[in-house]
């Protein structure tokens, strides 16, 4: 079998880039500064200036030709069973076949994005010490939150905010939250766009995305029935992937970062939102008493917010997701976030450091 293996020249040549891969991956500082700020940002803007000008997401239409190239393969290998031909169409040629097919997607999915998992990341680029919280300090951000979300929510326009339904106007506010930020964090720029709706919408209810970043073409896909006042925030986050932040707390604190330098009061409103609810959840299970207490000094807008999102997550409720759930979250585990989808809230951990560098106006 070693022997098999060392003639055949693709496979060993895959294999060693694929470990030269791994062994660059260990030093964060290397991968910062030699991919990170290096070679990605090239292989980026190329992807995005070739594939964001097409309406449709092409990365979508890859994900239904690899799902259509799964099913015909595991029919075949049912015909076969059922017709007790498997071991006649099991072999070593077969195992190479797959082995090169599994390398390639690594190789691919790591130099056009995957390394960014092992970069230093924002934390290192704002010097915050990310350290555990008390109670105390959870309490004291939810409160600043709070107090932000309500003056935005005594701001919104119930019909003029639906005018993000609208995907282009949408996008367009977006890209310029990321060009304002931009002038302040210029690891923040965002050039050439490539957001695009998702042609699996109707999908997402089973998976439970709401948006998704493709790294293979390099597109940001939104999905197009979540309720509008998270679309800012869901965007937001997902432009973040595109600049280089792969890990979904770091991307979620661009996207804080970003739609709180919109000029558009329903973008930061929605990241606001965001940051204000991963907290409150935190602070239920750490500090009871402050949730309650916080809970009756919300804003109507938010009340009202807050029971449209719980409805919308209920009416998504289905068999499939909680498996799907279950993949997702051993996929971000095998991706540097041991706890898994548990990582979206570690942003609540990021904005308490930013809160004690830069005090809690910075918010």
């Given amino acids: 079998m070693f022997k098999s293996i060392l003639r055949d020249r693709l496979l ?32 980026s803007k190329a992807l995005r200036t070739f594939l964001g000008w097409i309406p449709f997401s092409v990365g979508d239409l890859l994900y239904f030709f690899a799902f259509g190239w799964f099913v015909l393969k595991a029919w075949k290998f049912i015909r076969l069973l059922a017709t007790r031909q498997v071991k006649e169409y099991l072999s070593w040629i077969l195992f190479k076949k797959y082995l090169r097919l599994v390398l390639w997607i690594y190789i691919v999915f790591n130099v056009f994005w995957g390394l960014n998992y092992d970069r230093q990341g924002i934390a290192k680029q704002f010097g915050l010490a ?18 932000q979300l309500n003056f935005y929510a005594g701001h919104v326009d119930s019909f003029k905010r639906l005018e993000l339904n609208n995907n282009q106007t949408l996008f367009k506010q977006g890209i310029a939250a990321y060009k304002n930020a931009a002038r302040q964090y210029v690891f923040l720029s965002y050039h050439p766009p490539s957001v695009k709706p998702s042609l699996l919408t109707f999908a997402g209810r089973y998976f439970g995305f709401t948006g998704y970043y493709n790294p293979f073409t390099a597109e940001a896909q939104i999905k197009t029935d979540v309720p509008v006042f998270t679309r800012p925030f869901v965007l937001c986050h997902e432009i973040g992937h595109q600049v280089g932040y ?10 804080y970062l970003a739609g709180r330098s919109s000029d558009n009061f329903d973008f930061r409103y929605s990241v606001y939102y965001d940051m204000y609810t991963y907290a409150m959840s935190d602070l239920l299970i750490y500090n009871a008493p402050c949730f309650i207490e916080l809970k009756k000094s919300e804003h109507p807008q938010v009340k009202k917010d807050i029971r ?3 409805e919308y997550i209920l009416k998504s409720k289905n068999a499939v997701e909680p498996v799907m759930s279950v993949a997702y979250d051993r996929y971000l585990r095998l991706n540097k976030q041991p706890r898994g989808k548990e990582t979206y809230n570690e942003v609540v951990a990021w904005l308490i450091a930013y809160m004690k560098k830069y005090g809690k106006d910075a918010l």
Avoid at 14 to 39: D, H, Q, R
Wanted: no cysteine; net charge neutral; aromatic share 18%.
């Fill in 130 to 147: 990310v350290q555990q919280y008390s109670p105390t300090d959870l309490y004291e951000l939810t409160s600043v939150l709070q107090r």
């Fill in 246 to 255: 792969a890990k979904e707390n770091e991307a979620n604190f661009s996207s």
């Fill in 308 to 310: 449209t999102y719980r």
């Fill in 12 to 43: 060993v040549s895959l294999l060693a880039v694929s470990i030269l891969i791994k062994i660059f991956s260990l030093s964060p500082a290397w991968v910062e500064k030699y991919y990170t700020f290096g070679f990605y940002p090239v292989v």
